[in-house]
Structure formats: structure tokens, C-alpha cells
């Protein structure tokens, strides 16, 4: 075998391995913040408080409410924010420290992808689905990313394997 097929061949296990690598963290993060959700008591209270949006007339409720309430619960902190403009825009100025491009996506994934389970869960609750999914392969492809962006050769290989997995 020729060195440059040795160093293809150790990329793309490299590769494999921080694609799987992503994936479970991913997988447990979820998981933890289930846990975490599911034991305590939450300290940001403020996102429960989800008035109608200014412009649009209320939503119908959802055939399964429970469902959307526990997908809801996991909008806190920042992730209030991105949900609300992806739902009714900018509405206060509050709303304009955040950039458009993940609450742009939501809305996007909201109604295509998941538009079926909005009768289902709720708008707000796909939203919140459509967030995480979005946020989540931007991080398994950041990851890859990162790899290919420092696999420079025999010697950084290696390297950008251990500062993707860090």
C-alpha cells in the first residue's frame, strides 16, 4: 500500500469515528436533559410564559397535548427567544439581539419536514422539534467539519481527530 493510500484509508476511520461520536453525544445530551428536566425543578421560569403572538389568531389546540407540553418543557433560556421570532417574528426589541438564520430554519423545518405533526403536538411544540433537529445536525456536520478542516496530512490527522472529539 502506498502512503497515500494508508492516510485515506486512516482518514475515513477517522471520519467514521467522529461521526459516531457526534451522534452519541448527541444522544446523550438528550438523554441527560431528560433526566435533568425529569428530576428538578427548573430554574428558568420563563418558559412557560408563552403569550399568543401579536399578529396571528390563536392555534387550534392539539390532538395529543401531553406530548407537546413535555417538547415544550424544553424550551428555556435562549431557546425561548428563537422559538418566539420563528413563531411571530421580531416582535420586541428584546427579540432583535438574535440572529435570524437558526429561527429562519425552525420555520423553514416547521413547515416542511414536521408540518404533519402540528395537528398532532402543537405549533410551538414543532418548533421546538424543528430547533433541536436543526441544532443538532449543525453539530454532527460542525464536527466532520472541524475534522476535514484540520486533516492536513499524516501528522494532523491525528491531531484534528483528538480537537474534534475534545
Not at 410564559?49 to 424550551?75: D, F, H, K, Q, Y
Request: glycine share 4%; net charge positive.
Amino acid at each position: 500500500m502506498t502512503s497515500k493510500s494508508q492516510l485515506e484509508l486512516l482518514n475515513s476511520s477517522h471520519q467514521s469515528k467522529v461521526l459516531k461520536a457526534a451522534i452519541f453525544s448527541r444522544f446523550v445530551l438528550f438523554i441527560l436533559s431528560i433526566l435533568w428536566r425529569t428530576l428538578l425543578a427548573p430554574y428558568d421560569t420563563s418558559a412557560s410564559l408563552n403569550p399568543t403572538c401579536r399578529r396571528n389568531p390563536p392555534l387550534p389546540s392539539p390532538l395529543l397535548p401531553s406530548l407537546g407540553s413535555a417538547i415544550e418543557n424544553g424550551v428555556i433560556w435562549d431557546s425561548v427567544y428563537f422559538v418566539r421570532i420563528a413563531q411571530c417574528g421580531y416582535e420586541y426589541e428584546q427579540s432583535y439581539a438574535f440572529l435570524p438564520l437558526l429561527p429562519a430554519c425552525i420555520f423553514a423545518f416547521s413547515r416542511t419536514v414536521f408540518a404533519p405533526l402540528d395537528t398532532i403536538i402543537g405549533y410551538r411544540a414543532v418548533l421546538a422539534l424543528s430547533g433541536y433537529v436543526v441544532c443538532n445536525v449543525a453539530f454532527i456536520f460542525t464536527a466532520m467539519y472541524f475534522y476535514s478542516y484540520y486533516f492536513e496530512g499524516p501528522q494532523c490527522c491525528i491531531v484534528g481527530f483528538h480537537f474534534v472529539l475534545l
